[in-house]
Nanobody
């Protein structure tokens, strides 16, 4: 299992940008898929974006396409989520997750390692 630690959350205004980071340790990630999920109060955890480490295939949830960008730094074993044009509805706790089977999955249950989450609050 890998250890994941998110950072970079905070309070921003609508239209602002924010970059989240997820530092990973414990294993090599060349065969993993890494992803971001989010969970708003009273709602289910939702897929945001994913990247397969081996070939950099990237996929996004419909609600963030064109505004969010997922990326990685191999040397630092760090995953990023650049969030632009933030909306009120982007307010949530954002989680980093890892799938050791490297599937390109939107499904919560495909991911076997999770970080503790970082809060993003977008105000008007």
């Amino acid at each position: 299992q890998v250890q994941l630690v998110e950072s970079g959350g905070g309070l921003v205004q609508a239209g602002d940008s924010l970059r989240l980071s997820c530092a990973a340790s414990g294993r090599t990630f060349s065969t993993y898929t890494m992803a971001w999920f989010r969970q708003a109060p009273g709602k289910e955890r939702e897929f945001v974006a994913g990247i397969r480490w081996s070939d950099s295939i990237i996929y996004y949830g419909d609600s963030v396409k064109g505004r969010f960008t997922i990326s990685r730094d191999n040397a630092k074993n760090t995953l990023y989520l650049q969030m632009n044009s933030l909306k009120l509805e982007d307010t949530a706790v954002y989680y980093c997750a890892a799938d050791r089977l490297a599937r390109l999955s939107y499904i919560l249950g495909s991911y076997d390692s999770w970080g503790q989450g970082t809060q993003v609050t977008v105000s008007s």
